[in-house]
């Protein structure tokens, strides 16, 4: 495979992401998250399955995620992405009851990736805004 089709096809990981976040269907993990997934979040376990079960539970708290991908960036297996998410929080999420509040959220994500599939992930993200909007406390309540 040639340097240009190894990055369209590792640059496509984020994209995919992307998708699955505006299409709302966890099941899209098939596509380009690798079973034997490795994941470098608290919050999300390691393999596909695990990733399917979360972006399920996600769906269920924030029916009306929107997400942008605001830049990717490759370099030989890694590909990144930046993303923003806005949603509204109207169903049960990591034990904490809906508000009913709009979120807001930015991330940094990265992947390493193996024949065309995602095989590892990190991001960075602020948890503490994030979760203070869920609760109120970013409003002063």
Known sequence: ???TARSRRQQTVAHAF???MNSHDPDAV??????NYINHNAYVGDGREANRAF???WFAA?????????????DGDRAAGRF???????????????????VVMHSIDI?????GMAVEHWDQLD??????????EADGQ
């Not at 948890?127 to 109120?136: D, H, I, N, R």
Request: aromatic share 14%.
């Open 1 to 3: 495979m040639t340097p």
């Open 18 to 20: 992307a998708e699955l």
């Open 30 to 35: 098939d596509g380009f998250i690798a079973e």
């Open 55 to 57: 972006w399920t539970q």
């Open 62 to 74: 924030f029916p009306d995620t929107e997400v942008s991908l605001d830049d990717v960036l490759v």
């Open 84 to 102: 923003t998410y806005r949603a509204t929080f109207q169903g049960p999420f990591l034990g904490l009851p809906p508000t009913g509040r709009p």
């Open 111 to 115: 992947w390493r990736v193996a024949d």
């Open 127 to 136: 948890e503490q805004a994030f979760f203070a909007q869920l609760t109120g």
